[in-house]
C-alpha cells in the first residue's frame, strides 16, 4: 500500500508538513495527493476511534445473526439491501455458516434495540430468524488495543 | 593490600565507555524523550514471543549442545544462504553465540596473536576497540568521515596496513553513522583483503535495515567466504535484544576454534532464545519488513527536520542512528547533549562516545515512537536557535 495511506490509516491527524518529512516529499504534494484520493473516493473519510466505555452511558451496540430466504432471483441482496438501509444498522456482511447476515446494530437503550429487532427486523418478509447479542466491553478496536498504556521501560541510554 | 588495586593493570587501565556516563546523568532524569537508546522500540514479534512461551512450557530448560540447538544451526544455514548469498554447514561451520557481542569476543580471541594489528573504523560501536585490546590486539582506527557519507574507502585502509595486520573488523550498517557500503565498496575492500591476506571479521548485525538499497555483504564476494568471519544476530532487525541471540559463521577450522573459547566461556547460548530465534528468521520477514517501513519514515523526518534547522546531516541508509554535525553551532557535541537534557529534556549521545573523530556529532537513534520523533525535533529546532541566539550576542 502506498506509504501516505499507511501513515494515514495509522494516525489521520498527522499534518501535512509530517507527512511530507516522512515520504521525503513537499507539503503541497502531500496535500494533492490527499486530495486526489478524496476525489476518487480511495479515502472515505476520517474519524476518531473512540472508547465508548469511557463516555458516559451512551447507548449499546447489538451483534445480530440473521437467517433470510434468500430468493430465487438475486439471491439474498434485495432483502440485504433493504435492512442495510435501516439507520441502525451500522455495520453488515453476508457470512458463510449457520446464519446469513451479521449486523451491527447501535441504539440508544436496550429496549430500542430490542424493539427494533422484534418489531421492524424480525418481521420483514424474508426474514426467518434473528439472534442478538449485546455487547459488554470493547478490548480492542479496529486492531487498537482500548485500555493498554505500554509503558518503555528499556534503559535509557545504551549502546 | 597496602592501597594496591587487587584488579589486574591490564583491565584498570581499560577506559569506561563514554557512553555510560551519560546514561548515568540520564537515568536521573524523569520525562525524558531519548534518542539515546540503540535497541528496538518495538517487541519481539508476537508469534516469536508465543514460541519462547511453548518452549518454556515444554521443559526446553537445559543446555543445548556447545555450538547451538541444530534446528536453528539449520534455520540460520537457510536464513544467511538466501538472504546473504552463502552457504554454510550447520554443523561445522556455524557458532550460536550470547548475542553478536559474544561472537565479537570469542572471534578476536580466536585468532589475534599478540601483538597483531586490528584495524577497525572510528565512529564504531563502543566495545570494539576494548575487545581488539582484551585479545591482545593492537587496534589501528581508520577514521570515516561526513563527506563520504562515513564509507569506509580502500584508501584509507592502505594507509593504515602493515605487515603486521592480521584482522580488518567491520561494520556495515553502522552503528552510530548509519553509514552503508554499496557493492563497489565491499568488492574493493574485498579485493584490499585478498591482497594484503587478511582475515576479515564483519559484524553485519542491521544488515536487514536498510532503506535506499538493499544490503550488499562481505560474504557473496566470491572467494570472501574463506577469509570472513561473518557475525550477524537476532537483537536488532528482530527486536530480539533480550533473547541475547547472534551467531558467527566461518570456514570450519576457525569455528571449532570459536567453539572451544564459547565452550569453555559460556557452555551454551540461552536455550529460550534460540528456539524464539529459529521462529524469527524461519517466518519474521514480514514483521521485519514492518519494523523497517516504520524506521524509515522516522529517519526520513529526522533528515527533513534537521535540514530545516539547517544542522548539516548525511543521509544515513542503514541501522536506526542519524548522526548530525552540530560542530558549527559553536559548542562541543557533550555541552549540546547535557544542555539539550537539562533544558528542554531530550537525551542524545555525543559522537565522540563512539570514537575521537565523533567530536561536533550527535548520534540519535530513532528507534523511538513517532511522536517522540516530532516532538524531540520540534525542542530541538527551539534549543537550535537559543544556542544561535546566545552565541550571536
Ligand atoms: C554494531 C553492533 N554490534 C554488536 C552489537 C551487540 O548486539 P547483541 O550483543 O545484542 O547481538 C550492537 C548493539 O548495539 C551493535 O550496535
Redesign the pocket.
Given at each position: 500500500m502506498d506509504e501516505l495511506l499507511n501513515i494515514l490509516k495509522t494516525n489521520a491527524r498527522t499534518s501535512d508538513a509530517d507527512i511530507a518529512k516522512m515520504i521525503r516529499a513537499t507539503p503541497a504534494e502531500v496535500a494533492a495527493r490527499i486530495a486526489a484520493y478524496e476525489k476518487a473516493g480511495t479515502i472515505r473519510g476520517y474519524r476518531a476511534l473512540v472508547n465508548a466505555d469511557h463516555l458516559p452511558d451512551d447507548g449499546v451496540t447489538a451483534v445480530i445473526e440473521v437467517k433470510v430466504q434468500p430468493e430465487k432471483e438475486g439471491g439474498f441482496d434485495r432483502i440485504a439491501k433493504r435492512i442495510s438501509a435501516f439507520d441502525e444498522v451500522v455495520n453488515m456482511y453476508l457470512m458463510s455458516g449457520k446464519y446469513d447476515l451479521l449486523l451491527f446494530v447501535e441504539g440508544k437503550t436496550l429496549r430500542a434495540v430490542a424493539s427494533f429487532v422484534s418489531e421492524r427486523l424480525a418481521t420483514l418478509d424474508g426474514v426467518l430468524s434473528t439472534g442478538t447479542h449485546f455487547m459488554l466491553k470493547t478490548y480492542k478496536l479496529d486492531g487498537v488495543l482500548m485500555d493498554v498504556d505500554k509503558t518503555d521501560d528499556r534503559m535509557r541510554v545504551c549502546? | 593490600m597496602n592501597g594496591k588495586s587487587r584488579v589486574a593493570a591490564h583491565v584498570r587501565a581499560l577506559p569506561f565507555s563514554g557512553i555510560r556516563k551519560f546514561f548515568d546523568i540520564v537515568a536521573q532524569r524523569k520525562d525524558v524523550i531519548s534518542f539515546g537508546v540503540?535497541?528496538p522500540d518495538f517487541d519481539a514479534p508476537r508469534a516469536v514471543r508465543d514460541v519462547a512461551k511453548t518452549s518454556l512450557e515444554r521443559g526446553e530448560t537445559h543446555y543445548t549442545s556447545n555450538r547451538g540447538d541444530p534446528e536453528l544451526r539449520r534455520a540460520i544455514s537457510r536464513y544467511v544462504a538466501r538472504q546473504f548469498g552463502a552457504t554454510y554447514d550447520p554443523d561445522t561451520e556455524i557458532l550460536v553465540t550470547v548475542?553478536?557481542?559474544?561472537a565479537?569476543d570469542v572471534a578476536l580471541r580466536a585468532v589475534v596473536n599478540p601483538g597483531d594489528e586490528v584495524i577497525y573504523h572510528e565512529p564504531c560501536?563502543v566495545s570494539y576497540r576494548p575487545t581488539i585490546v582484551m585479545a591482545g590486539g593492537v587496534p589501528v582506527c581508520v577514521e570515516t568521515r561526513r563527506e563520504d557519507q562515513f564509507r569506509l574507502t580502500r584508501a584509507m585502509l592502505e594507509k593504515a596496513v602493515t605487515p603486521k595486520t592480521r584482522v580488518l573488523m567491520l561494520?556495515f550498517p553502522c552503528?552510530p553513522t548509519g553509514a552503508v557500503l554499496l557493492q563497489k565498496d565491499v568488492e574493493d575492500i574485498a579485493d584490499f583483503c585478498v591482497k594484503h591476506d587478511l582475515l576479515l571479521l564483519t559484524?553485519e548485525?542491521?544488515a536487514e535495515l536498510t532503506y535506499d538499497s538493499k544490503h550488499f555483504s562481505f560474504i557473496a564476494v566470491p572467494g570472501m567466504k574463506e577469509r570472513t568471519i561473518f557475525l550477524h544476530?537476532m537483537?536488532k532487525a528482530w527486536a530480539m535484544?533480550g533473547f541475547?541471540i547472534?551467531y558467527a559463521c566461518s570456514p570450519a577450522e576457525i569455528s571449532e576454534n570459536l567453539m572451544k573459547l564459547h565452550q569453555y566461556a559460556i557452555m551454551s547460548a540461552p536455550t529460550t532464545g534460540q528456539m524464539a530465534a529459529a521462529e524469527a528468521l524461519d517466518h519474521g520477514d514480514e514483521a521485519v519488513a514492518e519494523m523497517r517501513a516504520e524506521y524509515n519514515r522516522r529517519r526520513n523526518y529526522l533528515i527533513a527536520a534537521f535540514a530545516e534547522m539547517g544542522i548539516p546531516c548525511h543521509t544515513p541508509a542503514g541501522a536506526f542512528y542519524a548522526f548530525p554535525y552540530i560542530g558549527d553551532l559553536g559548542i562541543s557535541a557533550e555541552e549540546f547533549a547535557l544542555r539539550f537534557l537539562e533544558e528542554k529534556g531530550v537525551a542524545v549521545v555525543p559522537g565522540d562516545a563512539f570514537g575521537a573523530c565523533g567530536a561536533g556529532f550527535l548520534r540519535c537513534a530513532y528507534a523511538t515512537s513517532m511522536d517522540n520523533v516530532r516532538e524531540g525535533m520540534k525542542r530541538m529546532a527551539e534549543f537550535v536557535a537559543e544556542i544561535r541566539a546566545e552565541k550571536k550576542q
Open positions: 549502546p | 540503540g535497541e548475542g553478536v557481542s559474544e565479537i560501536f561494520n552503528n559484524d548485525i542491521y544476530g537483537s535484544t541475547r547472534g
